[in-house]
C-alpha cells in the first residue's frame, strides 16, 4: 500500500510539472489561432493538448479537470467548428479554469465546480455537426518500427560496443488502456537512466507523443533481459518490454531477439532520475548554495590566516610557496565550483514572456484597443530564486503600458498615429545585471500633469510640486496612493501598483527607473541582478563601521573636499567632470556623525540612469561576499539588505543602494541629518543589537 502511495504522489506531481506546460501550449496556441485565422490543424494541436490533460488527470484521480477536459475536446471539433471567436474565448476561459482547479489540487483542496464555463462548452458542442470517425481518445495504431538513427548516433552505439560494452536496443509498450502517455514516457526515461549509459531515445521529452505508443532506446547495459523488463515495466503505463541486442545494419540478420514480458505483481519503482534532464527540488540547490557559501567564507579565514603566517615565515622558505600554490589551487577549485552552481540556478525569462501575449491580449479588448505586442531576450538567463518574485510587478507595468499608456484607435488616428499601438518587452544582461524593458508608443507622461495630480492627490504642496524637476515628476508615479487614472476600473485606478513595482524589486536589490515623452511613449526599466546569493562587492569605512556595494554598480572612486561641495536647491552635489552628482553623508546615518574632515572618498554608484556619490572616510578594497539576509527582528530598516563575515570576523553591512537614494538622496540640507539619525535610531542604519 506504501508503494502504490508512493508512485501516486510521483505520478501527481509529474502531471503537475506537464500540466503547466499543457496549459502554457493552449494560450499559445489559442493567440495564434486568433492571429493566423482559423486554421484546422492549430484547432487540432489544442485539441490533442486537451486530450493528454483529460487523459493524465484521470489516473491522478482529479475528476473536475477530467470532466471539464472530456467535454472541452469533444466540443473542439477542426472540421465542424462554428466561429472562431467562439473558440478562442471558450479555450482561453477554460485554460484560466484548469489553473485555478490545479492550484486548489496543489493545496489538497477541492476545486469549484466550473458550472458556467460547462454550459458554454456544451453549448459549442451542440452547434458541431460531427461527422463519423475516429476521435482522438479511441485507441492509436499499433507503433511504427524502430527509429532511424542518425548517423551520428549510429557512431556512438558502435563506439561503445568497441569499448566492450554491451549495447541493446529497447522498446517499451505503452498499455493499450494507458491513459496517462506522457507520465508513462516519463518513467519509462526515468527508468532506463538506471540500466547504464543511455545513448539514444525516442521520442526526446518535449517531442509530440499524439499516436505514439512506444519509447524507444539504446542503452549500453550489463543487466539482462529480465532485470531490464522487471525495471521498466509499469503497472497500467508500461505492459511490454522488447530487448534486443544492438547490431550495425550488416550484421541484422545475425542480432537476437528476446521479448521479456514481466508479471506486474514484479515491477520495481521506477528511480527518481531523468535523461537527459535531471529534475531537482529548488531546496536542494538552495542547500549546495548556502554550503557554497560558507565555503568562501572559510576561504576568506584561511587566506587571512595564510597571510598572517606569512609575516612569520622567511621568504626563502619553501613552506610559502606551497602555501601560496595550496592557497591558489582551492581558490581556483572553488571559483569553478561557484560558476557550476550558479549556472544551475539559471532559468531562462521565456518563462515569464510567456505569460505577457496574454495579458497585453485581455487589457486591450477589455480597453477597445489594438494593440502589437514585440518581444526579445527570452532566453537571457536569471537566477531562479530573482525570476519566482518578477512576474506580478513585471505583469502590472505591462498592464499599465497597454491601459494608460496605448491611446484608443481614435485618439491614435487624431494625433497622426497609426490605429495599432505597439508593445515591446525586452531583455539583457548588463554588467552583473538582467534589465527588462517595458516600452510602448502610447501618450506618454506629461510631467506638467503629473504635478497636478500630485497636488490634487494632496501627496504635494503647491510649492512642493513647483520645485519638482521633470525627471523628479515623472517619479511621482512610484509614490503610494498616485494614479493618473480618471476613473477606477478592474485595470486600474485605484493607487496601488507602481509602488509595489518599486517596492518589490528593491527587496530583490534591484531599480526600476522610467522614462518618457508626451506623445510618444514611455519605457520603463527593471534592473535586478544576476544572483541574490553570492556577490563582488566594493568595501569602505564610515566611521567604525564597514559598508559595502556591489562592485557592479560602482562607477568610480574620487577624492574631494569640503570646498568642493556646493548646495544646489537644498541638496549637497558635488560637479565632476560635466555632471552634477548628489551626495549622501555615510558618517550621517551613524553616531559618528559631523567628524571634521578634511578630505574624504566619494564612491560614486549607479542607479539606473542615475548616479549619486557615497561620502566614506576609507576604502578597504574587494571583496567577494556571502550575502547572509536579515530577519525583521535584527533590522528595523530598508536601507540594509543584508550582511557578511570576512576572513578576520568582522560584519560588514551590505547597502541597498535603491533604498539609500530614495529615503536620503532627497532630503534637504537642513532636514538630511535629523531625518538619516531618525531612521538609524538605534545608530547603526537601525540594526539592533
Not at 554491451?166 to 494507458?178: K, S
Not at 600554490?325 to 581556483?332: C, E, I, L, N, P
Request: charged residues 25%; glycine residues 6%; proline residues 4%.
Amino acid at each position: 500500500m506504501k508503494r502504490d502511495e508512493q508512485r501516486m504522489a510521483e505520478l501527481r506531481q509529474v502531471f503537475f510539472e506537464s500540466a503547466q506546460e499543457i496549459l502554457h501550449s493552449l494560450s499559445e496556441d489559442a493567440l495564434a489561432l486568433e492571429a493566423k485565422g482559423a486554421h484546422p490543424e492549430l484547432i487540432r494541436s489544442i485539441r490533442r493538448a486537451v486530450h493528454t490533460l483529460k487523459g493524465d488527470s484521470a489516473v491522478c484521480g482529479f475528476r473536475e479537470v477530467t470532466e471539464l477536459a472530456h467535454e472541452l475536446e469533444d466540443a473542439l471539433d477542426p472540421e465542424a467548428l462554428p466561429a472562431k471567436s467562439e473558440v478562442i474565448e471558450l479555450v482561453l476561459a477554460s485554460t484560466d479554469a484548469f489553473e485555478c482547479m490545479l492550484a486548489a489540487y496543489r493545496s489538497g483542496a477541492q476545486p469549484a465546480p466550473a458550472t458556467a464555463l460547462r454550459g458554454r462548452v456544451a453549448q459549442l458542442r451542440s452547434s458541431a455537426a460531427k461527422p463519423q470517425r475516429r476521435t482522438e481518445s479511441e485507441p492509436a495504431p499499433a507503433a511504427a518500427g524502430a527509429p532511424q538513427w542518425t548517423e551520428y548516433e549510429r557512431l556512438t552505439f558502435g563506439n561503445a560496443q568497441s569499448a566492450g560494452k554491451r549495447v541493446v536496443a529497447l522498446t517499451l509498450h505503452l498499455d493499450p488502456q494507458c491513459a496517462l502517455p506522457a507520465a508513462a514516457f516519463e518513467l519509462g526515461r526515468r527508468a532506463l537512466q538506471s540500466l547504464g549509459l543511455v545513448l539514444a531515445v525516442r521520442p526526446h521529452e518535449g517531442d509530440d507523443i499524439a499516436g505514439i505508443n512506444a519509447l524507444h532506446a539504446v542503452v549500453a547495459t550489463d543487466r539482462d533481459a529480465h532485470a531490464i523488463a522487471r525495471q521498466c515495466r509499469v503497472p497500467a503505463l508500461i505492459s511490454q518490454v522488447d530487448v534486443e541486442p544492438w547490431q550495425a545494419a550488416d550484421h541484422a540478420a545475425a542480432a537476437s531477439v528476446a521479448a521479456a514480458k514481466a508479471e506486474p505483481e514484479a515491477a520495481e519503482p521506477a528511480p527518481a532520475s531523468l535523461s537527459p534532464l535531471l529534475r531537482v527540488e529548488a531546496e536542494r540547490i538552495d542547500s549546495v548554495m548556502n554550503l557554497l557559501g560558507e565555503l568562501i567564507i572559510a576561504r576568506s579565514v584561511l587566506q587571512q590566516a595564510v597571510h598572517e603566517a606569512g609575516e612569520h615565515i622567511d621568504r626563502r622558505h619553501p613552506l610559502r610557496g606551497r602555501l601560496a600554490d595550496a592557497m591558489a589551487f582551492h581558490s581556483r577549485v572553488l571559483n569553478q565550483l561557484q560558476k557550476s552552481v550558479m549556472k544551475i540556478r539559471m532559468v531562462e525569462l521565456r518563462q515569464l514572456f510567456r505569460r505577457v501575449p496574454r495579458i497585453v491580449r485581455d487589457t486591450a479588448r477589455f480597453c477597445g484597443k489594438d494593440v502589437a505586442l514585440e518581444m526579445g531576450g527570452e532566453r537571457t538567463e536569471l537566477d531562479k530564486t530573482i525570476l519566482d518574485a518578477l512576474p506580478e510587478p513585471v505583469m502590472h507595468v505591462v498592464r499599465n503600458a497597454v491601459d494608460h499608456g496605448i491611446e484608443t484607435p481614435q485618439e491614435r488616428a487624431a494625433a497622426g498615429k497609426p490605429p495599432q499601438g505597439k508593445v515591446r518587452m525586452n531583455a539583457f544582461h548588463q554588467a552583473g545585471f538582467v534589465v527588462i524593458e517595458i516600452s510602448d508608443d502610447g501618450r506618454g507622461l506629461d510631467p506638467a500633469r503629473l504635478r497636478a495630480r500630485a497636488v490634487e492627490k494632496k501627496l504635494l504642496s503647491a510649492a512642493a510640486a513647483g520645485r519638482l524637476s521633470d525627471s523628479e515628476a515623472l517619479d511621482l508615479i512610484f509614490q503610494p496612493g498616485f494614479s493618473t487614472a480618471s476613473q477606477i476600473s478592474e485595470v486600474s485606478g485605484r493607487g496601488v501598483g507602481m509602488d509595489v513595482v518599486r517596492s518589490v524589486v528593491h527587496s530583490l536589490k534591484g531599480t526600476v527607473s522610467l522614462e518618457s515623452e508626451p506623445g510618444r511613449g514611455t519605457t520603463v526599466r527593471v534592473r535586478v541582478p544576476l544572483t541574490l546569493a553570492i556577490i563582488k562587492a566594493l568595501l569602505f569605512r564610515s566611521g567604525e563601521r564597514l559598508y559595502a556595494v556591489p562592485l557592479s554598480s560602482v562607477v568610480e572612486i574620487t577624492r574631494a573636499g569640503e570646498a568642493d561641495i556646493h548646495r544646489v536647491e537644498q541638496h549637497e552635489v558635488l560637479h565632476l567632470r560635466e555632471q552634477v552628482i548628489t551626495l549622501i553623508r555615510m558618517d550621517r546615518l551613524a553616531a559618528s556623525a559631523n567628524v571634521a574632515r578634511r578630505r574624504f572618498f566619494v564612491v560614486v554608484v549607479a542607479l539606473g540612469d542615475r548616479k549619486i556619490g557615497l561620502v566614506v572616510d576609507g576604502m578597504h578594497g574587494e571583496e567577494e561576499l556571502v550575502v547572509k539576509s536579515f530577519d525583521d527582528k535584527l533590522v528595523a530598516t530598508d536601507l540594509v539588505s543584508g550582511a557578511s563575515v570576512l576572513g578576520d570576523g568582522r560584519v560588514v553591512l551590505i547597502l541597498n543602494l535603491a533604498a539609500v537614494a530614495q529615503r536620503l538622496a532627497h532630503f534637504s540640507v537642513a532636514a538630511e541629518q535629523g531625518e538619516a539619525r531618525k531612521s538609524a535610531s538605534s545608530g547603526d542604519l537601525g540594526v539592533r543589537p
